[in-house]
């Protein structure tokens, strides 16, 4: 059997739907490749947050931004690669992580997977679970903001 590395981008998601994923996956080690491991949107990606976070589920924490990162110039990249390899042909459950939720739009996708896959490893890319919203069919006035429109203007229209 392959060994197998996973990744996931975490988006803006809770905390806890991220770390409860990563243990639907029995994720062991994530790596961290973000250049620069902050988010400003979600202060609980931030290294040192995500880190105690991941600390109290068992689950070890690794930066590599510096060495796998998407933006800037890496360092010691190969090294990096051949190392994460090594885990995963060891059995261990790795999960590559960046901030892009869509792994087709991120370096995990476009530059890490090939450098995987030329080590004899496959990448499966970890996605949230959709919800589905469902609408029920309903009429809604529908308002058109220009100046000099008086209220006989609206209109009723179906939503769907």
């Known amino acids: 059997m392959k060994p197998i590395i996973k990744t996931i981008g975490h988006s803006n998601k809770p905390i806890a739907v991220f770390l409860d994923t990563l243990q639907e996956h029995q994720i062991e080690v994530v790596v961290d490749v973000r250049t620069i491991p902050r988010s400003r949107f979600s202060p609980h990606f931030n290294e040192k947050a995500l880190g105690s976070s991941l600390a109290k589920r068992a689950i070890k924490y690794l930066n590599r931004g510096q060495n796998l990162g998407g933006r800037g110039e890496n360092t010691y ?3 990096a690669i051949e190392e994460l390899v090594d885990l995963a042909r060891q059995g261990v459950r790795v999960c590559v992580m960046c901030s892009e939720a869509d792994y087709k739009d991120c370096h995990r996708y476009s530059t890490l997977t ?3 896959h030329s080590h004899g490893v496959d990448v ?4 949230y679970a959709k919800t589905v919203n469902t609408l029920k069919k309903t009429t809604r006035s529908i308002g058109i903001n220009i100046k000099n429109k008086k ?6 229209r179906p939503l769907l």
């Open 151 to 156: 209220k006989s203007d609206l209109k009723q």
């Open 124 to 127: 499966l890319h970890i996605e």
């Open 77 to 79: 990249y190969e090294e």
């Open 114 to 116: 090939p450098s995987f």
